[in-house]
């Protein structure tokens, strides 16, 4: 009996996002070229643990653009206000990090020194990029406030913009 409860229960969540879907779909041409007075709608959807997937996305435009859109959101958008979340976060994190050189190669100019912006941006994107591969079960999104106070250690830096 309870397994035919939790498959009627799925088969209601199934219908719901199809609907949500078929929604969505006509508000999404926001979603289509950046747009820098509509780029809080898009982010909504990427970072929300409901929609990550961009399944509506990916049905209006096609995977190859998801992606591209993603990825410009991404650099445009997203990264430079996680940068400075961080920043205001860690005033103290300005200058120059030693790092260590590739297989011992002390003449190597790009092994030596780098600045704590490339770090930091490779940090951020690195993260990025671990929310984006993530798969989320829809058991585990109910509250997407909820579902990031959960993985706020894991996206640490993600989550303070979403929070």
Request: with cysteine.
């Given at each position: 009996?309870?397994?035919?409860?939790?498959?009627?229960?799925?088969?209601?969540?199934?219908?719901?996002?199809?609907?949500?879907?078929?929604?969505?779909?006509?508000?999404?041409?926001?979603?289509?070229?950046?747009?820098?007075?509509?780029?809080?709608?898009?982010?909504?959807l990427?970072?929300?643990?409901?929609?990550?997937s961009?399944?509506?996305?990916?049905?209006?435009?096609g995977?190859?653009?998801?992606?591209?859109?993603?990825?410009?959101?991404?650099?445009?958008?997203?990264?430079?206000?996680?940068?400075?979340?961080?920043?205001?976060?860690?005033p103290?994190?300005?200058?120059?990090?030693?790092?260590?050189?590739?297989?011992?190669?002390?003449?190597?100019?790009?092994?030596?020194?780098?600045?704590?912006?490339?770090?930091?941006?490779?940090?951020?994107?690195?993260?990025?990029?671990?929310?984006?591969?993530?798969?989320?079960?829809?058991?585990?999104?109910?509250?997407p406030?909820?579902?990031?106070?959960?993985?706020?250690?894991?996206?640490?830096?993600?989550?303070?913009?979403?929070?």
């Amino acid at each position: 009996m309870k397994g035919d409860f939790e498959s009627k229960l799925e088969a209601l969540w199934v219908c719901m996002m199809v609907e949500v879907q078929a929604t969505l779909a006509p508000f999404l041409t926001f979603a289509s070229t950046y747009n820098v007075n509509k780029v809080h709608n898009m982010l909504a959807l990427m970072l929300d643990p409901h929609f990550k997937s961009l399944d509506v996305v990916k049905t209006v435009f096609g995977w190859e653009k998801m992606i591209h859109m993603v990825v410009e959101y991404d650099n445009k958008a997203l990264l430079p206000l996680l940068v400075v979340a961080f920043r205001f976060l860690n005033p103290n994190s300005n200058g120059l990090t030693k790092a260590t050189p590739v297989d011992g190669d002390k003449d190597s100019i790009f092994g030596v020194v780098t600045s704590n912006e490339v770090t930091l941006h490779g940090l951020l994107l690195n993260e990025l990029n671990l929310f984006h591969h993530l798969h989320v079960k829809s058991k585990d999104f109910m509250m997407p406030l909820t579902w990031w106070n959960i993985h706020d250690a894991r996206f640490s830096n993600v989550s303070l913009v979403v929070q």
